[in-house]
C-alpha cells in the first residue's frame, strides 16, 4: 500500500510541476523610481508647474533594486516609502519607473498596489513595494519580454519538485 502511495505522490508530482513555475522572475536589477506629476490647470500654469517638477524630480526619485519582475508588474526594494509628502503606494500615484536591463534601460508607468516593511532588525529600514504596469511602450514591452524569455531560458527560477512532506527516496 505504501508503494501504491508513493506512486501516485510522484505521479501528481510530475503533473502539478509546470503549474508551480511562478510567472515573476527574481533578479537584482537597479532601478529608479520617480513619481508622475499629477498638474490639473491652465496649460500655462500647467508648463510653469512641469518646468517646477523637473527641477524637484531629483528630490523625487529614489534608487533601489528589483525583487521580480513579470510582463505585468514587479517589486522592488526601496529605503523609503515616501518621497517628499507622497507615498509610494497610494490611490492614483503613478510611478515612473526606470529598470536598467542588460540589453538596456526599460521604461515603465506603474502604480503602487502594496508594501511592506523589510529587515525591520537594521538601523536601515527598507521596503518591498508591488507595483502593476499601467503604461508600456511597444519598444519597452520588447525590451521586457526579450529579458522575461532570457531569463526563462538561462534556467533560472526554475521550480523544483513538490515533495508534500514526503520521502519519496527511500524504497
Same mark, same amino acid.
Given at each position: 500500500? !505504501?508503494? =501504491?502511495?508513493?506512486? $501516485?505522490?510522484?505521479?501528481?508530482? !510530475?503533473? =502539478?510541476?509546470?503549474? $508551480?513555475?511562478?510567472s515573476r522572475?527574481?533578479?537584482?536589477l537597479p532601478i529608479l523610481v520617480?513619481?508622475?506629476?499629477n498638474i490639473q490647470t491652465t496649460s500655462?500654469?500647467?508648463n510653469r508647474l512641469a518646468e517646477v517638477y523637473v527641477e524637484k524630480k531629483k528630490n523625487l526619485s529614489i534608487f533601489g533594486e528589483t525583487q521580480d519582475i513579470s510582463d505585468n508588474g514587479l517589486s522592488f526594494i526601496v529605503s523609503s516609502i515616501r518621497l517628499g509628502e507622497h507615498y509610494l503606494v497610494s490611490d492614483g500615484m503613478v510611478?515612473?519607473?526606470e529598470i536598467d536591463l542588460p540589453e538596456g534601460k526599460l521604461n515603465v508607468k506603474a502604480v503602487g498596489c502594496r508594501y511592506e516593511q523589510i529587515d525591520m532588525d537594521s538601523s536601515v529600514g527598507r521596503f518591498l513595494v508591488g507595483a502593476k504596469f499601467v503604461e508600456v511602450s511597444a519598444k519597452d514591452r520588447v525590451l521586457l519580454a526579450e529579458y522575461l524569455d532570457a531569463e526563462k531560458r538561462s534556467g533560472k527560477?526554475?521550480?523544483?519538485?513538490?515533495?508534500?512532506?514526503?520521502?519519496?527516496?527511500r524504497p
Open positions: 500500500m !505504501e508503494e =501504491v502511495f508513493r506512486s $501516485l505522490v510522484g505521479r501528481l508530482n !510530475e503533473s =502539478v510541476r509546470g503549474y $508551480l513555475k511562478p522572475k527574481h533578479s537584482r520617480s513619481l508622475q506629476p500655462l500654469l500647467k510611478l515612473n519607473i527560477n526554475k521550480a523544483g519538485n513538490v515533495q508534500w512532506g514526503l520521502d519519496l527516496t
